[in-house]
C-alpha cells in the first residue's frame, strides 16, 4: 500500500469511527446473537477468507449455534444457521427483511446503480424485477422450453466431440438459451462475447466477497470527497468496461434492427417500451447485462455440480439409468424430451439435490438489510442489520439432512417433488428470491436427463475431485478434472444423427 493510499485509509477510518460513534450515542440497546470475537474498527473483516465463505461460516456456525453475528467493518451481519430461522425472518417477515445493505463500490460505482440484485427494496427494484418476472415467470415455459430443447442438443454434441471443454459447453448452454430469449441470437462455444461476459461476472462476484472492498463495510466513506476515494477509480475501471461488454449486445440489436435482420425478442420490446423515468441508458444496458450474467453463471455452475456429484457418488447415476432407459430405450433409442417430465420422477430429484449439495453459488447467501427495527426470540436488532442465511452450513448439517455430504437424489423423492424451491435453499428465500429460478431449473433438467442419458461421468483416481473446495471464480476454466466417455456406439450415433443439425442452425 503505497502512503498515500495509508493517509487516506486512516483519516477515513476515523471518520467512519466518530461517525458511528455520534449515530450510536444515546441509541437504544440491542441484543445480537453471540458475536465472533474480532478486532477493533475492523471487526472480522480481515477473518474471513476473500472466496468461498461457506466452510469458514459453518465452523462458526458449529461452535456458535443456531444464529451469530459477525462485524465487517461498521456493518454488522447476523448469519442464520437453520432452516427453521430462516423462514421465521426471510420468509414470514419479508416485507421487512427484502433489502439490501448498501454497496457504495459494487453497486454504486461499479454498476452505476443498476444492478437489481443490489438494490435496495423499493419503487426501483420493484420496477426493474417487474421487468425481468415478465419474461422469466412460468408463463413463459413455452418460449424457453424451445430454446432449451434445442441448446441442449448443441452441448450433447459438444461433449461428445469435445470433452475437455465441458466447461466451456455448459457456458455455452446457458448463455444461449438466454441470449435467445433476450437478444434473439445464440452462442458458439468459446464465443470471445461469451468469454467477456464470464469476466464480468467474475469481476463483479471478486469484488463483492465481504471485506474485499473498506468502502462496503464502512459505506460512510463513500461520504469523503471523491478525489480522496481511492477505490473510485478503480471502480470506474470495472464499471466502463463491464457497461461496453453489455453495450456492444444492445448496439449489435440496434444495428440488427436497422437492417432488418433482428428476431423478436425481449431486447427490442424493452426498447421499444421504455419507460425512461426509471430506465436511463446505464439502467437498461445493467438490465439485460443482470439478465446475460445471472442467467449464464449459475447454470454453468450447477451443472457442474451436477458431474461433480455423478463422478462422485456413482451408485445414484445406476437407478437415474434405470429410469431413463425404461422411458427412452435401453439402446439409445431416443433423447429424453420434456413430454417424459413427469415420467421421470428421478430426474426431478436430481436436480434438486444438485441445487442442494455444495450450494457454492451463494455459500453464506445473500446479504439482505431489514428496513425496521425488529425482535426475534430474545434478540432485538436495528434497522439496517445485515442477515444471511448460511446456505453451506445448512446444506451440509446432519440435522437438516440425512447424510449431507452424500449426493442422494431419493432424499427429495416426496410430496413435495415438483415444489422446485421446496427443501433447499439455492434460489433464496422471501421476496428477493431468484426471479429466474423457473428458467434455472428447466436449464438444469434438460440438461441432466441428456447427459446422464448419453455419457458417463468418471472420478480420474489419480486427480480426484475435493467436491467441498471446488472454486467458485475460475476463469473460464473446468473448476476439476472430470473424465467424460460417451455411454456406447449406439449413444453416439444418436447424438450425430438428432444434435448436429442443432450446432448449425440460426
Ligand atoms: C441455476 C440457476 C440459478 C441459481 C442457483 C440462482 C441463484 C440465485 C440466488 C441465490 C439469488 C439471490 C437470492 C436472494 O438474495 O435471496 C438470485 C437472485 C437473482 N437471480 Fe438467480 N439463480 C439462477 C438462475 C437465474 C436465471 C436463469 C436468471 C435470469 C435469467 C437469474 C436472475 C436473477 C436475478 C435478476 C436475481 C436478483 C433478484 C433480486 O434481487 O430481486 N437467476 N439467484
Ligand atoms: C447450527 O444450528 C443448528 C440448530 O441449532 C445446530 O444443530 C447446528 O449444529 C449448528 N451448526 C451448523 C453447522 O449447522
Ligand atoms: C441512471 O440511473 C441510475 C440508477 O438510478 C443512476 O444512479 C444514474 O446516475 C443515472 N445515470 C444517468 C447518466 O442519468
Ligand atoms: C446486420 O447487422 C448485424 C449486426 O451488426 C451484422 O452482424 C449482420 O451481418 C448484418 N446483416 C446484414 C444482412 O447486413
Redesign the pocket.
Known amino acids: 500500500m503505497d502512503q498515500r493510499v495509508f493517509l487516506y485509509s486512516v483519516v477515513g477510518l476515523l471518520t467512519a469511527v466518530l461517525a458511528r460513534y455520534l449515530a450510536t450515542r444515546g441509541q437504544k440497546k440491542y441484543k445480537f446473537p453471540p458475536l465472533v470475537p474480532g478486532i477493533p474498527i475492523m471487526g472480522n473483516a480481515l477473518q474471513v477468507p476473500p472466496t468461498q465463505q461457506g466452510q469458514w461460516a459453518k465452523d462458526l456456525a458449529d461452535k456458535y449455534g443456531e444464529m451469530f453475528t459477525v462485524k465487517f467493518g461498521a456493518s454488522t451481519w447476523v448469519f442464520l444457521n437453520s432452516s427453521r430461522v430462516v423462514t421465521d425472518l426471510m420468509e414470514k417477515r419479508a416485507a421487512i427483511y427484502s433489502s439490501r445493505p448498501p454497496f457504495p463500490m459494487t453497486q454504486d460505482i461499479m454498476s452505476g446503480g443498476g444492478r437489481?440484485?443490489l438494490?435496495p427494496y423499493g419503487d426501483r427494484?420493484r420496477q426493474t424485477?417487474k421487468i425481468?418476472h415478465q419474461i422469466?415467470s412460468t408463463r413463459q415455459k413455452d418460449t424457453f422450453r424451445d430454446f432449451q430443447e434445442l441448446e441442449s442438443r448443441h452441448l450433447l454434441y459438444d461433449y461428445l466431440h469435445h470433452p475437455d471443454r465441458w466447461f466451456s459447453a455448459n457456458g455455452r448452454y446457458a448463455n444461449s438459451v438466454?441470449m435467445s430469449v433476450v437478444f434473439g441470437i445464440r452462442s458458439k462455444l468459446d464465443d470471445p462475447d461469451v468469454t467477456a461476459l464470464f469476466e464480468t461476472v467474475e469481476m463483479f462476484l471478486e469484488q463483492q466477497q465481504p471485506g474485499i472492498n473498506l468502502v462496503d463495510g464502512f459505506p460512510i466513506l463513500a461520504k469523503l470527497p471523491e478525489f480522496l476515494q481511492w477505490w473510485r477509480p478503480r471502480g470506474l475501471k470495472l464499471f466502463e468496461y463491464t457497461r461496453g461488454v453489455y453495450k456492444k449486445q444492445l448496439d449489435n440489436v440496434k444495428a440488427r434492427i436497422e437492417n432488418g435482420t433482428q428476431k423478436n425478442c425481449f431486447a427490442v420490446d424493452f426498447l421499444k417500451n421504455n419507460d425512461e423515468k426509471y430506465f436511463n441508458e446505464t439502467q437498461q444496458l445493467f438490465t439485460l447485462g443482470?439478465?446475460m450474467e445471472?442467467?449464464s453463471d449459475?447454470?454453468r455452475v450447477?451443472v457442474g455440480q451436477l458431474i461433480a456429484g455423478a463422478a462422485t457418488y456413482p451408485d445414484w447415476v445406476v437407478r437415474a439409468r434405470a429410469q431413463l432407459d425404461e422411458v427412452c430405450g435401453s439402446n439409445a433409442d431416443r433423447l429424453p424430451s420434456w413430454e417424459d417430465k413427469d415420467k421421470l420422477p428421478y430426474i426431478a430429484a436430481v436436480v434438486k439435490e444438485v441445487?442442494r449439495w455444495r450450494p457454492n453459488?451463494?455459500e453464506i447467501?445473500?446479504p439482505?438489510s431489514c428496513t425496521k427495527d425488529d425482535e426475534y426470540e430474545g434478540y432485538s436488532f436495528p434497522a439496517g442489520t445485515v442477515f444471511v442465511w448460511n446456505a453451506w452450513a445448512i446444506a451440509l448439517n446432519p440435522k437438516e439432512y440425512e447424510q449431507p455430504e452424500r449426493f442422494w437424489p431419493e432424499r427429495f423423492l416426496n410430496d413435495d417433488l415438483n415444489n422446485g424451491l421446496k427443501g433447499h435453499w439455492?434460489?433464496?428465500?422471501?421476496?428477493?428470491?431468484?426471479?429466474?429460478?423457473n428458467?434455472?431449473?428447466m436449464?438444469?433438467w434438460m440438461a441432466t436427463a441428456r447427459l446422464l442419458y448419453c455419457f458417463d461421468f468418471i472420478e480420474d483416481k489419480a486427480n480426484p475431485i475435493d467436491t467441498m473446495n471446488i472454486p467458485q471464480l475460475t476463469k473460464n476454466k473446468a473448476p476439476f478434472p472430470v473424465i467424460i466417455k460417451v455411454r456406447s456406439p449406439a449413444h453416439a450415433a444418436l447424438i450425430e444423427r438428432d444434435c448436429l443439425a442443432a450446432t448449425n442452425a440460426n
Not at 426 to 437: D, I, K, M, T, Y
Open positions: 437489481v440484485v438494490m427494484w424485477r425481468m422469466l438466454i443482470t439478465l445471472a442467467g449459475t447454470t450447477s441445487f453459488i451463494a447467501g445473500a439482505t439455492a434460489f433464496g428465500p422471501g421476496r428477493r428470491v431468484c426471479v429466474g429460478w428458467v434455472g431449473e436449464n438444469v
